[in-house]
């Protein structure tokens, strides 16, 4: 593998067994939930870019375009798919940690992977979290699902104290599977936490699952993240869905329906419990178009939304408008300039 397909901006920085927590945009990114979450930690600790993998051998630029701005007015500046690692180092804590945010490529995912571990072995990485999201049969209005899995006994013992089910899924897989592969056979401890998101708010950055994958993530590596903003922000959004189906009678049916069986499949789990507490079977698992779900994530047989399309284009406005002028004070349609 030739080093120039990664550049180092800090390669002597010395890191206390850092963590390296990781998502892509893409495949395993449902409503970009993943990302954001990385984004989320990027913004609240501002970490020092310390290396990149450059995107020339691993992307169809067709397919990932770069982008054009505009700086001060009038210079285009053009910005290519990035997979950028960052550090922030914490003196409370006993170990430092390593943001990676990159976009899943089209080329060459093996030599991808294995620049991805040159970084992780270049600064001693001792643990990697890899962040995903899926679209499953469920609805916005409970708890959102998240399943797990691990490449050591410790790593699945954590999540097991965390009540993350491990799942049993078998099929396609994505870069986010690639890389705990390519971390388990490098020995490097790697742990994956999916998170389930509602199906029919696919075109939608979703903050409730942002907000979930935060709260684990915070829990499993002991950060001590102060999440109430964004947590606040999963309830808003959370009302402003709810508000957008209560408009549609064939959504507010269609979302009961998940609701329904998300309950009686959690009513036979309870039951299969007390049949058998002795039972460690991992839960089934069937293929969704992201990644794993669990069964519990995927009820059978509630078929399409009918208003899916108009639903998603209701809440995409409506976020829309509130990133660009903040939370409406009233109900009406008025626009305020700014």
């Not at 790697?190 to 509602?198: E, F, I, K, N, R």
Request: with cysteine; glycine share 4%; hydrophobic share 40%.
């Amino acid at each position: 593998m030739s080093m120039s397909l990664i550049q180092y901006y800090r390669e002597h920085l010395q890191l206390r067994n850092p963590v390296l927590i990781a998502a892509l945009a893409g495949w395993n990114d449902a409503a970009d939930s993943a990302t954001t979450a990385i984004k989320f930690l990027i913004d609240r600790w501002k970490p020092v870019k310390i290396a990149e993998i450059d995107s020339e051998d691993f992307y169809v630029f067709t397919e990932t375009r770069p982008i054009v701005r505009i700086v001060d007015g009038m210079q285009r500046s053009l910005v290519w798919p990035a997979n950028q690692f960052s550090a922030h180092s914490l003196p409370e804590q006993e170990r430092d940690i390593i943001l990676y945010l990159g976009v899943e490529p089209q080329l060459k995912w093996r030599t991808f992977s294995e620049c991805f571990l040159e970084v992780c072995r270049h600064f001693h990485v001792s643990e990697v979290i890899l962040l995903g999201a899926m679209l499953a049969d469920i609805p916005h209005s409970l708890a959102v699902p998240i399943t797990g899995s691990s490449s050591t006994p410790e790593l699945q013992e954590r999540l097991r104290e965390l009540d993350i089910h491990s799942s049993g899924y078998e099929g396609p897989t994505g870069m986010i599977g690639v890389l705990q592969d390519a971390c388990r056979r490098a020995n490097i401890p790697a742990a994956s936490l999916w998170a389930a998101a509602p199906h029919y708010l696919a075109a939608t950055p979703n903050i409730k699952v942002t907000a979930a994958l935060l709260a684990y993530v915070n829990s499993l590596l002991s950060l001590d993240l102060d999440l109430n903003e964004i947590q606040a922000d999963a309830v808003r959004f959370e009302e402003q869905i709810t508000a957008l189906v209560a408009r549609d009678p064939e959504a507010s049916a269609y979302v009961r329906r998940l609701e329904e069986q998300i309950h009686a499949l959690a009513d036979e789990e309870d039951e299969d419990d007390e049949d058998d507490l002795e039972d460690e079977e991992e839960p089934p698992v069937v293929e969704t178009a992201h990644g794993p779900a669990t069964d519990l994530d995927h009820p059978a047989g509630t078929g399409p939304l009918p208003s899916a399309d108009v639903l998603i284009r209701s809440v995409e406005e409506l976020l829309r408008r509130e990133r660009e002028q903040g939370p409406p004070t009233d109900t009406d349609d008025s626009k305020d300039e700014g």
